[in-house]
């Protein structure tokens, strides 16, 4: 071997020694954990519940074999529930007047109403609408909601 192979492979050999050298004095990256902390549980517990059987009623035909089928996610009517109902009751709405006072002309009694932006003076009997006036007192007045015949109060 001529002379100047061996120098330029023994310069190769230093090179890669003091390289491995300076790799070996490298620090991580990252920061190791301290050995100290209490390490917590992330991870939801595991539901004790969870009925098998309805999760398999659930299941598609085509789901079980297929990742990619169709599947409903609406919930599971049992058949009792299942039967209609009937319909409930009508219920007459809210009154939609206001009391704004009252005026006793005589034996002459008026009372004084807000309906949306109306102001309606009215007397015992008079009707209103789908309403009418049956009675009034000195803390509330009586209105007949006349589609149902539903009888309603308006606090004074």
């Not at 209490?38 to 009925?51: G, K, L, Y």
């Not at 309805?54 to 609406?74: H, V």
């Amino acid at each position: 071997m001529k002379p100047i192979v061996k120098k330029v492979l023994g310069l190769v050999v230093v090179v890669s020694a003091l390289a491995s050298v300076v790799a070996g004095r490298e620090q991580p990256s990252y920061q190791p954990a301290r050995k100290s902390a209490a390490r917590t549980d992330t991870r939801a517990p595991a539901a004790a519940d969870i009925d098998l059987a309805k999760l398999a009623a659930r299941a598609d035909e085509g789901a079980t074999t297929d990742a990619f089928a169709r599947r409903s996610f609406a919930p599971i009517v049992p058949a009792a529930e299942a039967q209609p109902q009937a319909p409930a009751k009508p219920t007459a709405p809210p009154l939609p007047f206001k009391y704004l006072g009252r005026m006793i002309d005589g034996d002459k009694l008026e009372i004084f109403l807000e309906q949306g932006q109306e102001f309606i003076a009215v007397e015992p009997g008079q009707r209103i609408g789908e309403y009418r006036v049956d009675k009034v007192t000195e803390d509330k007045i009586v209105f007949t909601y006349l589609p149902l015949k539903t009888k309603q109060t308006l606090a004074l």
